[in-house]
Nanobody
Framework: QVQLVESGGGQAQVGGSLTLSCAAS????????MGWFRQAPRKEREFVAA????????LYADSVKGRFTISRDNAKSTVYLFMNNLRPEDTGLYYC???????????????????WGQGTQVTVSS
């Protein structure tokens, strides 16, 4: 049974930082690219960042490029998202999921669409 458990969200001020974690289980973690997505109130879920199975390459949405960093620890089956210089528009519920490639994830083509986690809430205020 696939499980994706996000954590690390919270309240932050504009310009602040947060680090999110996503613990995965139920599949062979180190054979998939992993990605982060977010959903703001009254908006659709959108791609944020992705990383290849070995961690050698990353992909970011233009809105977070230069501010967010995705990383992974295959020994812990965990993917991270370090968010720096936060803005109010970064507010939302953040999720992770697996994909065949970072390109698939950027297009929203996730491997476990029926197994989204609960997400972790990030709220950025001035």
């Amino acid at each position: 049974q696939v499980q994706l458990v996000e954590s690390g969200g919270g309240q932050a001020q504009v310009g602040g930082s947060l680090t999110l974690s996503c613990a995965a289980s139920g599949f062979t973690f180190d054979t998939f690219a992993m990605g982060w997505f977010r959903q703001a109130p009254r908006k659709e879920r959108e791609f944020v960042a992705a990383i290849t199975w070995a961690g050698g390459a990353t992909l970011y949405a233009d809105s977070v490029k230069g501010r967010f960093t995705i990383s992974r620890d295959n020994a812990k089956s965990t993917v991270y998202l370090f968010m720096n210089n936060l803005r109010p528009e970064d507010t939302g519920l953040y999720y992770c999921n697996a994909g065949n490639t970072t390109g698939h994830l950027r297009r929203g083509a996730v491997q476990y669409s029926a197994s989204w986690g609960q997400g972790t809430q990030v709220t950025v205020s001035s």
